[in-house]
Nanobody, 126 residues
């Protein structure tokens, strides 16, 4: 069964950077598009971005364009979310996920994702 384990979250000051990791097991990430999502306290889960198997990135959120980027290490079966110029509004629980029905392409909406990690907390505060 596909599983994800996110790590790398923590407390960071505004303007600083953080890199999240998403380690996969039970399937090969090289063959699937992987998405990152976040959920702030009291809000719905929202999409951040997705990387397909050709390393094309789909941004679900305009607010992270130019600040967040996504990469994969197929050898380690792990994905990374590099977050730069962090803002207090980036504070949330961050999750990685995949949509097995969509395979190598990024699902257009959150409903297309069916395997999720448990998430890691990111807090941006001075």
């Amino acid at each position: 069964q596909a599983q994800f384990v996110e790590s790398g979250g923590g407390l960071v000051q505004p303007g600083r950077s953080l890199r999240l990791s998403c380690a996969a097991s039970g399937f090969t990430v090289e063959h699937y598009a992987i998405g990152w999502f976040r959920q702030a306290a009291g809000k719905s889960r929202e999409g951040v971005l997705c990387i397909d198997t050709r390393d094309g990135i789909t941004y679900y959120s305009d607010s992270v364009k130019g600040r967040f980027t996504f990469s994969r290490d197929n050898f380690k079966n792990t994905m990374y979310l590099q977050m730069n110029s962090l803002r207090p509004e980036d504070t949330a629980f961050y999750y990685c996920a995949t949509g097995t029905r969509f395979g190598s392409v990024c699902p257009p909406t959150i409903d297309g994702y069916d395997y999720w990690g448990r998430g890691t907390q990111v807090t941006v505060s001075s």
